[in-house]
């Protein structure tokens, strides 16, 4: 059996590099799911980093302006 681990709010924090603040609001707005003992809330560190996407790739082709109607090419 393996034993669930839990972590504080400003320890989350200080992992991923946010503010308690920001963790208190996604736990608001329902994104973090959080855990209550009495006054003490804990965070499971797999539901925190959930809130993590990876970004997608961007595209190695050039950019193309049309600023004015004239095009320039972005480098």
């Known amino acids: 059996m393996t034993m669930r681990t839990y972590e504080s709010l400003p320890t989350?924090?200080?992992r991923i590099g946010v503010s308690v603040k920001t963790i208190r609001r996604?736990?608001?707005e329902?994104?973090?799911?959080?855990?209550?003992?009495?006054r003490i809330?804990?965070?499971d560190p797999d539901d925190v980093d959930a809130m993590f996407s990876?970004?997608?790739?961007?595209?190695s082709a050039p950019r193309v302006s049309t600023r004015a109607g004239t095009a320039q090419r972005v480098s």
């Open 41 to 43: 809330l804990r965070l």
């Open 12 to 14: 989350a924090a200080a």
């Open 54 to 59: 990876r970004y997608p790739q961007w595209s």
């Open 26 to 28: 996604r736990i608001a």
């Open 30 to 38: 329902g994104v973090l799911p959080v855990y209550r003992c009495g």
